[in-house]
């Protein structure tokens, strides 16, 4: 029990750190200072730095993943196994912004973590996001499912541009908010949701034929 609630600390005090400051400006004797532990504890359960952010940014995953892959789950059982392209992709990226925007969840410890995880590389969670793929290859088959005459190669930056937009959107919410004057209002999740989504599709089913910018890629090369 007692080592459960030394570990639990540890994790704890090192998510506010890494969210209130970033990753390149917490060291481990921050995090033992923050948790009130000897620096022997952190190596002991977690072995260095890079498998504290890890497993930091593990568990969070798990939990918007699972949401996903549920979200996903639902919608084809609804559509008897089939789902309209616009329902998969809200479940791609619905999680992550309700994960991350709106007026309660951008002031957590949480979401502020995940934003950091975003906007900086660090080497642990560009590991794991390169490795942990396979929730992403479910809905590439659902969306092939959604969208047969859709080639492989337009499935797959379908997904990756929906999934761009949805943390670029997330890294500069404050930016866009300064830039339209408050206009772009970013603390109506649903509403952001319901943009990406909608831009993302429009990509995913316009007409097959190539546009000026593929065309002029193709004369200059």
Known sequence: MA???????????????????????????????????????????????????????????????????????????????????EVILHALVGPTLRGCLGPENQRSTAARFMIRASIESVPPIRRIKNREIDHLRKFVGAMRRSLPDRSDVEIYWGLN?????????????ERLTKLSEGKCDLDDVEDVVARVVSVATMALTMGKTETK????ARDVR
């Open 3 to 85: 080592s459960d609630h030394t570990r639990t600390s540890i994790l704890a005090a090192a998510e506010r750190l890494y969210a209130d400051r970033g990753f390149g400006d917490v060291t481990l004797r921050d995090i033992v200072a923050a948790a009130n532990v000897n620096l022997a504890a952190v190596n002991y359960h977690f072995g260095s730095k890079d498998e504290l952010i890890a497993e930091l940014f593990v568990t969070r995953s798990i939990a918007t993943n699972r949401e996903r892959l549920h979200e996903l789950k639902m919608a084809e059982e609804q559509g008897g196994g089939r789902a309209p392209i």
């Open 213 to 216: 910018a593929r065309a002029l």
């Open 161 to 173: 541009f929906a999934l761009a937009m949805a943390h670029h959107t997330i890294r500069e919410s």
